[in-house]
């Protein structure tokens, strides 16, 4: 047994029984970090705000609109279409783009509303393409603040 396989199955065993770990002998998805729900955006009322008066940028995997929504955090919401492809594709597609925000939220500043639309290149892109779209987005959106320096 490797000692890889030795430190994760440590790791797992001291993780409370409902960590987000979907299946424990496997561990295939454990959901440390994920989005907390005040940074989601899931109302249609406030996707087709966004949508209808919003601002919008676009490149290759992804549509970013942005619209101010008086809090003071951002709230971020996702939107793949079936075009894209079927539900496992759409969901990987999801997790990978949720990912990237994650990843970047503490450099968006608050007070925005940010929505990712997927497009159909992101069928076949990688996390490494996906985090470089949604960082080449919030760029040109003005909405990156400086890294923190280490």
Request: hydrophobic letters at 40%; proline letters at 3%.
């Amino acid at each position: 047994m490797s000692i890889l396989a030795d430190t994760s199955r440590s790791l797992l065993a001291k993780l409370p029984a409902r960590s987000g770990c979907i299946d424990r002998k496997r561990h295939t998805s454990i959901a440390i970090g994920a989005m907390e729900k005040r940074y989601r955006l899931r109302k249609s009322v406030d996707f087709q705000r966004a949508r209808r008066q919003g601002k919008s940028w676009a490149n290759e995997l992804l549509v970013l609109n942005v619209v101010p929504n008086g809090l003071n955090h951002s709230r971020f919401g996702f939107s793949v279409s079936r075009r894209v492809g079927k539900a496992t594709v759409r969901n990987r597609a999801k997790r990978l783009v949720r990912e990237a925000v994650r990843r970047q939220r503490d450099r968006v500043p608050g007070g925005w509303d940010v929505i990712l639309i997927a497009r159909l290149p992101m069928r076949t892109a990688d996390f490494l393409g996906v985090e470089r779209a949604v960082e080449q987005l919030l760029r040109r959106a003005r909405l990156l603040k400086k890294a923190p320096e280490s």
